[in-house]
């Protein structure tokens, strides 16, 4: 873990844990302006895929259908998209990247968790990654528990 960095500290945190691995931690995280929206971060400091060990690809390889899976039985999501964006590393000097891999389920459907609607308003197509929606602990945990 390096201490200046922002993954890592999220990495390390037991905050809103789905699940955890020797390689891999996934979390969910405060922003649900996409019902569901999570973080799956490589528990070590490794700036680009090319690093990744492959013990830490087959890893990835197994979660990932679980994940998904996951997602669909509990909310219905489909499809799952996956990005690994770290651009905001090379904002300040140094430059300091953690692979990490934000997941987006979406849905056609729109889930209703606390008495809260989760409308996908641009379903089908490029989600808007600047959409904000913070939702309390108590939702995110109701997420967890339903998501596991």
């Known amino acids: 873990m390096e ?16 699940l955890l691995t020797d ?8 922003n649900q302006a996409y019902f569901g929206r999570a973080f799956m971060s490589l528990r070590q400091h490794k700036g680009s895929l090319n690093e990744l060990s492959t013990e830490e690809w087959a890893d990835f390889q197994r979660l990932v259908p679980r994940i998904e899976v996951a ?7 489909e499809p799952m998209n996956w990005s ?4 905001n590393a090379f904002q300040t000097e140094p430059d300091n ?8 389920p979406r849905y056609r459907t729109a889930p209703t968790l606390g008495g809260i609607t989760f409308d996908d308003s641009l379903f089908g197509y490029h ?11 108590d939702i995110i945990d109701q997420i967890e528990a339903n998501h596991t």
């Open 127 to 137: 989600y808007d990654p600047k959409a904000t929606r913070e939702v309390s602990d």
């Open 23 to 30: 390689y891999w931690k996934v979390s969910l995280g405060s």
């Open 84 to 87: 690994c964006l770290m651009n």
């Open 97 to 104: 990247p953690h692979v990490h891999w934000h997941i987006i």
């Open 3 to 18: 201490k200046t960095c922002e993954i890592c500290a999220y990495a390390d945190s037991t905050k809103h844990q789905l």
């Open 71 to 77: 997602y669909k039985q509990a909310f219905g999501a």
